[in-house]
């Protein structure tokens, strides 16, 4: 079993999925709150519904703010 800490980005998140990570965490949720929220089950959708793999090498990293 492997689990990899502060994980608070996009960047991170796909990487370790690409690596077979099996859990990640990290503070992103507890410091921006709904907003943040939001923004982590959308990475979480994008990678369950398998469009991660098109975007690996032509897709920017969405954007922060």
Do not use: Q
């Amino acid at each position: 079993w492997v689990h990899v800490g502060r994980v608070n980005s996009w960047k991170r998140l796909r990487a370790c999925y690409f690596a077979g990570v099996d859990s990640v965490d990290g503070t992103y949720v507890a410091f921006g709150g709904d907003r943040n929220a939001a923004r982590l089950l959308s990475w979480m959708d994008r990678l369950a519904s398998g469009a991660v793999m098109t975007e690996r090498s032509t897709i920017p990293d969405p954007p922060h703010a």
